[in-house]
């Protein structure tokens, strides 16, 4: 093509060879130069990149807790106070030294000896690397048999449908997907398929039903989501309408889902909802109304809105998919499904999705799925190749060093990319503070902290602002949190399944991980398992005991600044709760909450008791238990046992005392009740609904006998009456 000049006229014309041409491109690079700053760079960080995607704010408006600033401030008065101490025994050394100066010349010290005591001084750091001793268990070697395999999955082949074969050598660009897919798998730094994504979204983009089954780590959001996606670029535009539900067990792999889905679609116009409890309810409604493409949610908060929600309903749902099935089945929202499924349309795709195999899962797949496709990879009944196990063994008599030896842990070797797994809740928190007020960088990650509160923690670890995650069993599955170098169990989980969840976290995708496990004498049962099924030696590390006395001392200091941040946190929770109350009953005396109606839910409260009764009987880990960890099946049971003896014993004992008697006189009738005695200062101070009612009930009565007295007063005799009837009784 021939260059073109303007010319004065404004007319566009070719260059001919005469022509000068002005050569203007020294200066256009001077200016440039002079808009950018010599400092500017290009940011290339993967964390900000991904930025764009963490959009959970808009969902959360409550503000993070104080606790961080109260261990912050008592730490600060300790070390004020440890500063002050210094500084009084520095000046009384110095008085000493001046005094030994005087007396010793300065040059007969040599210097070997000032060598000698700097190193002396440098051996005695807190945080130097520690001599653990390790000794290496080794496992003998079982023969296997020619006809035995390495993976033996027995599923009925009748209700799970066929099994199918994959090309392990496929690619993306092999799978018919559209260009702003691959764009933004190109984007993620996808290069190769796994071996559930290779065997699933061929078949998904088929239109079968699936039951998928792959540990977890493997790929299994991508797997499911892009052959969604991929049907969606072709919806009909005429109305939106919402055609995608993917329900998963916990908040935190909702958000977790959400946000790799987000970033699947960047290139697209598909519109992605999340709907999960504790996150904003009134933003949720918003957009759900909207009817956008994909719903992601868990089971409670999704049927909270198809109750209460207008305009929305999963009757126009034509793919349904169920990830994590069998912790959606382990948490108890099996009616929940079963009300989930029953409201999608019956025409629909169904993918269900597993880390394991159970009759569970089978019953659920039996009844959702239609002629499905088993896809199975492998059973996550194994832990990954790359791992390396480890543990500490608890004596009988030192249960209560256990927190020592994690303190020694975390302060002398593992210092970086830790997640520490606790069995109950308050022990995750009292874990937390200790470690917080020893200045260990610390996040919490459990059950009773509220959502923007566990986001934050899991945003916190990932962005590597805290070293280490304390957490329960809510952190051990499905959540990738890449760079995760150790696992630490406080106490073992009560299966071994728990366990394999556990140090999933570590030793993904290929990278390599540790996990270090505190076994008490309760636990070695679950330990020999562990060591049976391990594909590496496991490994016996031992502390030595002057350490871990170092930090039991440490840990029984700090015991009372412990004590003081958990109860000033209960006294903030309780006058948050009175301000509720109190905020409550404005507004019951103003009566601004009379237009407000009750949430429905879709089982009645007495469907709901027989339901929670039903699974107590099923299942007795469900009961709560007011003592302290039962770290094993075993323990747990016999406590059970212990209980029902106790309780028979009760009722024999009842049987056999004697039956209270009670005078009765004669003119008293039997059927008459005895009045409670009255005490007036708890009749004043009682608010509650049935004194108030009862208060109403003595004041009406007496007003109305009053009356009556009235009324007879008031009535006058008729003479002429008595008159007669006096008249004839004397005939």
């Not at 093509?1 to 491109?25: A, H, K, Q, W, Y």
């Not at 930025?51 to 959360?60: A, E, G, L």
């Not at 499924?341 to 899962?361: G, H, P, W």
């Not at 990932?462 to 329960?472: F, G, I, P, Q, Y």
Request: aromatic fraction near 6%; include cysteine.
């Amino acid at each position: 093509m021939e260059p073109t000049l303007i010319n004065e006229f404004g007319v566009v014309r070719t260059l001919e060879d005469d022509d000068e041409i002005d050569d203007s491109s020294s200066d256009s690079e001077e200016e440039e130069k002079s808009t950018f700053s010599s400092n500017f760079t290009f940011d290339e960080d993967d964390n900000a990149l991904n930025s764009k995607w963490n959009d959970i704010h808009k969902y959360t408006r409550r503000k993070p807790s104080t606790l961080e600033e109260k261990i912050a401030l008592i730490r600060a008065e300790k070390r004020q106070k440890r500063f002050q101490k210094e500084e009084e025994e520095t000046e009384e050394n110095i008085v000493e030294k001046s005094a030994e100066v005087n007396e010793v010349n300065a040059e007969e010290l040599d210097e070997d000896d000032v060598e000698a005591t700097e190193d002396l001084a440098i051996s005695s750091d807190e945080n130097e690397e520690p001599s653990d001793i390790v000794k290496v268990k080794k496992k003998k070697k079982k023969r296997k048999s020619m006809f035995e395999s390495d993976k033996v999955i027995d599923i009925d082949s009748e209700i799970l449908g066929e099994e199918i074969k994959y090309d392990k050598g496929m690619t993306f660009q092999q799978m018919n997907l559209s260009r702003p897919l691959q764009k933004a798998i190109t984007s993620m730094n996808f290069l190769h398929p796994t071996p559930i994504q290779a065997a699933t979204i061929p078949v998904a983009l088929m239109g079968r039903d699936i039951y998928g089954c792959a540990a977890t780590g493997t790929g299994k959001t991508a797997a499911f989501m892009l052959p969604v996606l991929e049907r969606l670029l072709f919806k009909p535009k005429d109305k939106p309408v919402t055609r995608v539900l993917v329900v998963l067990p916990t908040r935190e792999l909702a958000v977790q889902v959400y946000q790799v889905s987000r970033q699947l679609a960047q290139f697209t116009k598909i519109e992605i909802v999340l709907s999960a409890g504790g996150l904003e309810l009134k933003t949720q409604e918003v957009a759900l109304r909207r009817l956008p493409d994909i719903i992601i949610a868990t089971p409670g908060r999704l049927l909270d809105h198809l109750e209460n929600t207008p305009t929305f309903s999963l009757h126009n749902i034509e793919i349904l998919i169920l990830d994590e099935a069998d912790r959606i089945l382990d948490e108890y929202f099996a009616e929940q499904m079963k009300e989930i499924i029953k409201q999608c349309s019956y025409s629909r795709q169904t993918m269900l999705f597993s880390a394991t195999l159970n009759d569970e899962v089978k019953d659920l797949a039996a009844s959702a799925l239609k002629k499905p496709v088993k896809i199975f990879i492998n059973s996550n009944t194994e832990v990954a190749i790359n791992l390396y196990q480890e543990f500490i063994r608890i004596r009988p008599n030192r249960e209560s060093e256990r927190e020592a030896v994690l303190a020694a842990l975390l302060s002398r070797t593992f210092q970086d990319h830790v997640m520490v797994f606790v069995q109950t809740k308050k022990q995750v928190h009292r874990l937390y503070i200790l470690l917080s007020l020893m200045g260990i960088k610390a996040a919490e990650l459990h059950g009773n902290l509220n959502q923007p509160e566990r986001l934050e923690s899991l945003r916190k670890f990932k962005e590597e602002e805290v070293d280490v995650l304390v957490a329960t069993d809510v952190a051990s599955r499905g959540l990738d949190i890449p760079g995760v170098k150790t696992v630490i169990n406080f106490t073992l989980p009560c299966t071994l399944q728990h366990y394999i969840h556990r140090v999933g976290r570590t030793a993904r995708a290929g990278k390599s991980g540790r996990s270090v496990s505190m076994v008490g004498e309760k636990e070695r049962k679950l330990l020999k398992e562990i060591v049976k099924q391990a594909k590496n030696p496991v490994k016996h590390r031992l502390v030595p005991a002057d350490v871990i006395a170092k930090y039991q001392e440490k840990v029984t200091s700090l015991e009372e600044d412990l004590s003081r941040v958990m109860r000033e946190e209960r006294e903030d929770k309780e006058m948050k709760s009175i301000e509720k109350n109190v905020k409550r009953a404005e507004k019951f005396v103003s009566g601004k909450n009379e237009n407000e109606s009750k949430r429905s839910w879709f089982q009645t409260p007495a469907e709901k008791r027989k339901e929670k009764i039903a699974l107590r009987l099923g299942n007795p880990k469900s009961k709560k238990k007011k003592g302290g960890d039962i770290p094993s099946t075993e323990d747990r049971i016999s406590v059970e046992l212990q209980k029902a003896a106790q309780f028979q014993a009760r009722q024999a004992k009842r049987s056999q005392k004697p039956q209270r008697t009670r005078a009765i006189s004669e003119d008293e009738p039997k059927h008459k009740k005895r009045r409670m005695q009255r005490n007036f200062d708890k009749e004043l101070g009682d608010t509650s609904r049935t004194t108030l009612k009862g208060f109403r009930y003595e004041a009406t009565h007496h007003e109305k006998m009053e009356k009556m007295k009235k009324m007879k007063l008031k009535k006058k005799p008729n003479k002429k009456f008595k008159s007669k009837t006096r008249y004839r009784r004397k005939k």
